[in-house]
């Protein structure tokens, strides 16, 4: 994975939006970063700690079962789902954007990623546009409850 200098920043949900319709090829990853994964190439599972083929991330890529609905609330929804693991997995860890080539699949069925290229980091101001977006789903979505009950 080569790391560019300067990498940027996604400072809306438009812009990430925009990005993702380009490109199908794209993910999200919760981590420390570019930086802190190109030392690893690998994630480990949490639960039993075995190492996995790739980087665990999220495809960002819109299904066709989306239809015509808006990108901005599919990658909300996206978004969303993980908003909770800088919580979580501690300080440091942010969202950020990468393409890829999927290897094989986690525990979680989540994609692990390999051959990496960093596309930009995720603004904090994006996660609150996502939150602010599935809230005002209310009454339109079924719950959103992440705490297990």
Known sequence: ???????????????LAKLVQGSPDLYVRWSRGPEADRALNESRDALTGVRMSGLSANPLAIEPWWEARPAELWVARRLYDYSHLPREKGEGVRPWVLRGREEGRGPDNEPLVRDVEPVG?????????????????????????????
């Open 1 to 15: 994975m080569s790391i560019p200098d300067g990498l940027p920043v996604l400072r809306t949900l438009g812009e």
């Open 121 to 149: 980091w995720i603004d904090e101001q994006v996660i609150e546009e996502a939150e602010a977006a599935v809230a005002g789903q209310d009454g339109r979505w079924g719950p959103m409850r992440r705490d297990g009950g």
